[in-house]
């Protein structure tokens, strides 16, 4: 079956940076877009961004907009979220997520990893 | 943006009973909606997409509808491990958004 495990979070200082990968296996990775989503403590489920298959088309959260980067590895079967100026009301559970084609929604999604910011 | 307005925040109910989630578009976003089920600790679990096809493996105790902007999420004879928190996404428009989430409790 389809595994996304997500990985690179933990604590971090107001304006600082951390890079989250999701690692995909068991599906022909460069042929999805992928997305980002998160869910901070106690609140609701919040999408962040999206790539397209070759990495030629990034779209975001507006919150996320020239702090956080977007990226793949199609040869490593990964994706990248580059998170710089990191703020206190970013700190949540990351997921990633497979986006199949054709406007059906996604269709997996991996557990999760924590970013904090605090000081 | 599109906001997502679902409905009820919470909802107890018991094994065997029938419940119904509501969402509610601020515009029309065609039949672009899916439901996702959250318990703590897991990975978002998928349920329905166009507002009413089952993600693969997911029992037909669960359905979805639309009407213009308004969209539902039944589930029928209910399960213990379906108590849990539903969303109802829309993504017929970047930014995609959610309803506000709906916690399902054991009465």
């Known amino acids: 079956e389809v595994q996304l495990v997500e990985s690179g979070g933990g604590l971090v200082q107001p304006g600082g940076s951390l890079r989250l990968s999701c690692a995909a296996s068991?599906?022909?990775?460069?042929?999805?877009?992928m997305s980002w989503f998160r869910q901070a403590p106690g609140k609701g489920l919040e999408w962040v961004a999206s790539?397209?298959?070759?990495?030629?088309?990034?779209y975001y959260v507006d919150s996320a907009r020239g702090r956080f980067t977007i990226s793949r590895d199609n040869a490593k079967n990964s994706l990248f979220l580059q998170m710089n100026s990191l703020r206190v009301d970013d700190t949540a559970v990351y997921f990633c997520?497979?986006?199949?084609?054709?406007?059906?929604?996604?269709?997996?999604w991996g557990q999760g990893t924590l970013v904090t910011v605090s000081s | 943006d599109i906001q997502m307005t679902q409905s009820p925040s919470s909802l107890s109910a018991s094994v065997g009973d029938t419940v119904t989630i509501t969402c509610r578009a601020s515009q029309g976003i065609v039949n672009h909606l899916a439901w996702l089920q959250l318990k703590p600790g897991k990975a978002p679990k998928p349920l329905i997409y166009t507002a009413s096809s089952l993600q693969s493996g997911v029992p037909s105790r669960f359905s979805g509808s639309e009407s213009g902007t308004d969209f539902t999420l039944t589930i029928s004879n209910l399960q213990p491990e379906d108590f849990a928190t539903y969303y109802c996404q829309q993504y017929n428009n970047y930014p995609f958004t959610f309803g506000q989430g709906t916690r399902l409790d054991i009465k």
């Open positions: 997520a497979r986006d199949p084609p054709g406007l059906v929604a996604e269709d997996y």
């Open positions: 068991r599906f022909t990775f460069s042929t999805y877009w």
């Open positions: 790539i397209n298959q070759d990495d030629s088309i990034q």
